[in-house]
């Protein structure tokens, strides 16, 4: 009997327990308001949405104390290059100016240092990189190291795997880091490969009793090859990629970037952490790991990254980005699949375009997700009222992270512009000085603008209603997404 009547008390504390934890963890104001509205009027669904989703507390705590132990290392070794990072920032500051602001804040951070003189190639979509990446490594020597957050066992994701197991019977170290939820088919042969000589490591796997950890998804697409040559962007190892008789249907625009010099030991020490925090077999880096260098310089770039993830000091990436934004001069174009901005975007674009810089973003005609699709117009309207110019890219689906400033500096990465990328994933940007580049990306956006329609403020106000009421509906899920 006292069953059946009150019932309902342990699942009342249950609810309030929820609610309250939501409270203390002082998450953004709009998430917080966004996920009790959830479990208020969805009381079931919205409990298990965020049991999924929406816990962050002791799983960030986790990643933060990993991080500090991490950089405990990272530091040893900083103190030693602080002379030639003080002398690289004056370099840089006489070639940007003010841009160089940039790379400051994220060697002030201790998040990379500047190293110039890398030779950079931009590399647009998989029918640039793919056999850049291919050659690469198949020239291997000592050590092949990848991480992915998605690695199809497609045509191109085989073949790759075909080179790395030739390798490893080689006897060249082969090192794969796949993301759980992004990679399952080759998480699930993961010890299969680990029999052929390739040791994987498996980022959060998910199952049931890890589903509320299933939120925090590593998102970097990294290769380095003998510690010489890295591959950075938004390009997964998948066959949409390719445009092309064995593609997967529509067009897929993207870009990414090989990297040679110093700056590649950046990335060597981040991969050595991620691998790490991933469980993978320890390794120590010794100096077959690092780069080597040659009598000439290989080129003039000017190289940093910057590096965030959930239990990250603050969201570097997107700070990063806000700086540059705020020491533009003349024009600003972002390329983005997803455009679901935090606050301090939003406003920072609008202030630029109101100020008289000129703004131009470019986004998906169509995108992959419905939900992301709405979410991103309803943002729109503001940048539009501050004249900031808005192209949607119909060739295709745009899946390239790009904020090109001035034609000085080029930010080329895994990071979306939606708040996704910047508080939960695990994300890489490189920042990239170097007037061949930067003109190169810039011609590339002014090409991709051929494909695209400009969005006029008309044109937004002269889309249906009904849709525009779907865009509104959808943006109450923007903080959630």
């Not at 002030?108 to 647009?124: A, K, M, W, Y």
């Not at 580049?437 to 011609?443: G, I, N, S, T």
Request: charged content about 20%; aromatic content about 12%; hydrophobic content about 45%.
């Amino acid at each position: 009997m006292f069953v059946s009547d009150w019932f309902w008390l342990p699942l009342l504390l249950i609810y309030l327990g929820i609610i309250l934890t939501i409270l203390i963890e002082n998450r953004n104001p709009t998430k917080t308001i966004a996920w009790i509205l959830v479990i208020v009027f969805l009381p079931l669904v919205g409990m298990i949405l965020y049991y999924l989703f929406g816990q962050k507390f002791r799983k960030i705590q986790s990643f933060r104390t990993l991080n500090i132990a991490q950089s405990k290392r990272l530091m040893e070794r900083w103190g030693n290059l602080n002379p030639i990072i003080e002398a690289n920032l004056k370099q840089i500051n006489k070639q940007i100016g003010p841009l160089s602001r940039v790379y400051k804040f994220l060697a002030n951070q201790h998040i990379s240092p500047l190293v110039l003189n890398n030779r950079v190639d931009l590399l647009i979509n998989g029918e640039q990189k793919f056999p850049a990446l291919i050659r690469a490594l198949e020239e291997a020597q000592h050590h092949i190291h990848l991480e992915y957050y998605i690695f199809e066992i497609d045509r191109i994701g085989q073949q790759i795997l075909d080179i790395l197991k030739a390798k490893a019977r080689e006897g060249v170290e082969v090192r794969l880091l796949v993301d759980a939820f992004g990679s399952p088919r080759l998480a699930k042969q993961a010890k299969k490969l680990r029999k052929e000589g390739i040791e994987v490591a498996v980022f959060l796997p998910v199952d049931f009793s890890s589903l509320a950890d299933s939120n925090y998804r590593n998102h970097r697409k990294l290769a380095l090859v003998d510690g010489q040559i890295a591959f950075v962007g938004g390009i997964n190892i998948d066959d949409r990629y390719i445009n092309s008789a064995e593609g997967k249907g529509k067009y897929w625009r993207d870009t990414s970037v090989r990297i040679e010099g110093y700056s590649v030991n950046v990335l060597q020490a981040y991969f050595w952490m991620d691998w790490h925090f991933a469980g993978g077999q320890p390794f120590e880096v010794n100096e077959q790991h690092l780069y080597v260098a040659s009598p000439e310089p290989p080129g003039q770039a000017a190289v940093s990254y910057a590096f965030s993830d959930p239990g990250s000091e603050a969201p570097y990436c997107m700070e990063a980005l806000l700086i540059a934004i705020s020491e533009a001069e003349e024009c600003i174009r972002l390329c983005t699949p997803y455009y679901i901005p935090s606050d301090e975007l939003d406003t920072a674009l609008q202030l630029a375009a109101a100020s008289g810089i000129r703004v131009e973003l470019m986004i998906p005609h169509q995108s992959d997700s419905y939900i992301m699709q709405h979410a991103s117009l309803s943002y729109l309207k503001p940048l539009l009222r501050r004249n900031v110019s808005v192209y949607l890219y119909e060739k295709g689906f745009i899946h390239a992270k790009t904020v090109s400033v001035d034609g000085k500096l080029a930010f080329v990465g895994t990071v979306n512009l939606d708040t996704r990328s910047f508080y939960i994933n695990f994300e890489t940007s490189v920042l990239i000085s170097e007037p061949k580049f930067c003109k190169a990306m810039v011609d590339q956006f002014e090409f991709d603008k051929t494909h695209s329609t400009l969005l006029t403020r008309q044109g937004w106000w002269a889309r249906p209603k009904w849709k525009r009421s779907i865009d509104s509906i959808c943006r109450l899920l923007a903080p959630l997404l």
